[in-house]
């Protein structure tokens, strides 16, 4: 009896708190965070409902004396630590900020959250504090503090910079940002000397245990591999093997104006004159750049393509450059009068005004006597001491151009382009892209982004579908067909990442469009690798990479390529959101072989019974996935800002989703998931909380992570 009571107890509460953090999410959302912390994550209730949960639980696996697996011990007893820990913090913890100028006096004080005032038991003193840049940009890539601490007669200096924190008695120096003039530097401040070791070895504990969970004998997970067929077992290795090493044509537009007037063709450059003018260079998006990039990005956010009624985009960059009139009334009038199609509108607007100005072409590099080159447009306020010759050739060149254009000498304005880049190639030597980025980043440019490869993939998903449901399997022409289609998908999106991987010079999954680019070829991956043992994927990576490449099609009108913001370039990034995109993959397939069951199998216990046991045994790396993915980024999240847990909307639904999922992983206990209709059904809904993970905070609720 006390054993059900503690069964029920657990569960119960733990379902309760999954409804109460998504509740505190929406409150959040309308009534701000303070009132989120009040009222859910730092109340009592909250507190307590986390406690009944841990003993309740650790009480009920205790006395299940059939659980005595150490594996599966160290999991659960991991989640003892991880809490404990997290309460510890939240009791002893103290988090706040310290604020220091070079050539200051020493700071023996910091400020808390709570604008309390606490001491140091030494003193801290910045030295200096310097910006590290990209080379040839102003685009940062660290921000650096030099400390000295004073205690009583020792002197020690630390290194503070961004995903690299100075540690000393038992306080965490964080790099939090920096003065306007370059002579201050705010540091994030954490003493919390016993929390943080508890909850670190719950997280270690945790991992160790998960990876040693498919190994033990006996397990839930072993005996379904057991029940199925030894081929979709393998399958379902296999599944799992390519995962974790995973870790490691639309053109032109309607031909009438937005008044309905018959559109006339405005003037354009011919097209190899409009290209010699992409092949500049520009400083554009806090780096250096081909023109060409700029005028694919300006074309796709007036136009919502990479071209307007055939021309290229550097023909339509050109266009507005020197034939504005002509171009002027072909700007996309946006009719709605919400806020949201006000602000585009004015958005396009403003794109236009730049360029037609020249006030985003910075095209002109200038070295100063230091030797640092700093970017220029024709009409930007340049630097005195110039030389005269050298002033005249920025303020006048393209205006030279733009008048063999209206003698319409074409060649002479392309021989005009040529001398402009042969100027940037001298003033600017050794700061300029390699020839070989260069070429890269020209091919990346002139490859269709992934809208009409999108809408083929879901075609073909719902055709594969529909048969293998009225089927028995697929025919070898179809099944032929679909891996072919499968594979150039999966080499198409590898070109892509590939190449915006070479020019950023980092692993591209830094936001929305690449981290879709990324579960896409994903899933593509599986059904090109797998389909031959597993067909019933290729329909699922079909649909799953299909959807994914729709979504990132969405925000395709502005994917520009940038680098890394310091505080970002991080390997355990890299590893988190690799982490996270594959258990998405695979808790997309549970979804669609939970729909795939309910539809074919909808009167046949057997089938649906077998699939269940497919789904089952890739639930289990896929919430383990999951669990991994979400605490390596709150390591992330404590090494870069000071904190692993902040109560972030994509922090709490992430967690969520661990809860939610986390019942279908206990079917010896919940007799309730040995029905396999049941368990298909749960699957299918379960998958929302994924769905709100990722798209409902990123498009609703918003937060730190809403970038992502």
Not at 404 to 429: H, L, P
Not at 609 to 637: E, K, N, Q, R
Request: glycine content about 8%; charged content about 15%.
């Amino acid at each position: 009896m006390f054993e059900k009571i503690c069964k029920y107890l657990s569960f119960g509460s733990i379902a309760v708190l999954a409804l109460y953090m998504a509740a505190m999410t929406v409150l959040e959302k309308f009534s701000g965070t303070e009132a989120a912390m009040r009222w859910g994550y730092h109340s009592v209730p909250f507190i307590v409902l986390w406690a009944v949960t841990a003993v309740s639980g650790l009480v009920f696996y205790v006395m299940r004396t059939e659980c005595r697996h150490l594996a599966t011990s160290g999991i659960h007893l991991a989640f003892v630590f991880i809490l404990s820990g997290a309460l510890i913090t939240r009791i002893d913890g103290v988090q706040g900020a310290l604020h220091l100028r070079v050539g200051a006096g020493p700071a023996t004080e910091f400020m808390t959250e709570d604008m309390r005032t606490l001491s140091f038991p030494f003193s801290v003193s910045l030295e200096d504090f310097e910006i590290e840049y990209y080379p040839g940009t102003y685009a940062p890539t660290d921000y650096v503090s030099l400390l000295k601490i004073q205690d009583g007669t020792e002197e020690t200096e630390f290194t503070v910079a961004m995903n690299r924190i100075a540690r000393y008695r038992g306080y965490r120096f964080y790099q939090s940002g920096y003065d306007e003039d370059g002579l201050g530097s705010t540091l994030a401040v954490s003493h919390d000397p016993v929390g943080v070791p508890v909850t670190y070895t719950g997280y270690a504990l945790l991992l160790l245990s998960m990876a040693g969970f498919f190994f033990q004998k006996d397990s839930r997970f072993r005996s379904v591999l057991s029940r199925i067929s030894r081929k979709a077992a393998a399958s379902v290795l296999f599944i799992c093997f390519v995962a974790a090493a995973d870790a490691g044509a639309e053109s032109g537009l309607p031909d009438e104006t937005p008044d309905g007037r018959t559109a006339v063709s405005p003037k354009c450059l011919p097209e190899e004159i409009a290209d010699e003018y992409g092949r500049m260079y520009i400083y554009y998006n806090d780096r250096i750049c081909p023109v060409q990039t700029l005028a694919r990005d300006f074309t796709m956010k007036l136009y919502g393509k990479a071209s307007y009624r055939g021309m290229t985009p550097e023909q339509v960059l050109t266009g507005w450059i020197f034939f504005p009139d002509s171009w002027s009334e072909t700007l996309p009038q946006d009719t709605g009068t919400s806020a949201k199609a006000m602000k585009k509108a004015r958005e396009k607007q403003e794109a236009a005004m730049l360029v037609c100005t020249a006030g985003i072409l910075k095209i002109f590099p200038i070295r100063d006597d230091a030797g640092s080159v700093r970017w220029y447009s024709s009409v930007d306020r340049l630097p005195a001491g110039m030389e005269p010759d050298q002033w005249l050739f920025v303020r006048k060149v393209m205006s030279m151009a733009a008048e063999s254009i209206v003698r319409k000498d074409f060649v002479e304005a392309g021989n005009i382009f040529a001398k402009v880049r042969e100027y940037q190639e001298k003033t600017a030597a050794g700061l300029l892209p390699g020839d070989s980025r260069i070429a890269a980043e020209r091919l990346y440019n002139s490859i269709e982004r992934p809208k009409a490869v999108s809408m083929v993939c879901i075609a073909a998903g719902i055709i594969l579908f529909v048969v293998y449901c009225l089927s028995s399997g697929f025919g070898r022409g179809l099944r032929f067909a679909g891996a072919g289609l499968s594979g150039a998908v999966f080499l198409y999106l590898t070109l892509l990442m590939g190449l915006r991987w070479y020019i950023s010079a980092h692993v591209p999954m830094s936001d929305g469009f690449e981290v879709m680019l990324l579960l896409a070829w994903h899933t593509m991956m599986l059904g090109t690798f797998v389909q031959r043992k597993f067909p019933l994927i290729l329909p699922f990576a079909f649909l799953l990479g299909g959807f994914a490449l729709l979504v990132a099609s969405i925000g395709e009108s502005d994917p520009a390529i940038a680098y890394l913001m310091p505080v970002l370039s991080s390997p355990l990034l890299s590893v988190h959101v690799m982490t996270m995109m594959i258990s998405y993959t695979l808790l997309g397939l549970v979804m669609l072989n939970g729909v795939m069951a309910l539809v074919k199998y909808g009167r046949s216990r057997t089938g649906m019974a077998d699939a269940a046991g497919m789904s089952l045994a890739v639930l289990y790396p896929a919430v383990f996935f999951l669990v991994a993915g979400t605490f390596i980024g709150a390591v992330w999240a404590n090494v870069s800002w000071g904190r692993y847990w902040a109560w972030d909307p994509k922090e709490v639904w992430a967690l969520i989703t661990i809860l939610v999922y986390s019942f279908a992983l206990h079917g010896r206990s919940l007799k309730v998931f040995s029905n396999p209709r049941f368990f298909h059904w749960f699957c299918v809904l379960a998958f929302l909380c994924v769905l709100v993970t990722y798209f409902g905070v990123n498009y609703f609720l918003g937060g730190l992570h809403s970038y992502s």
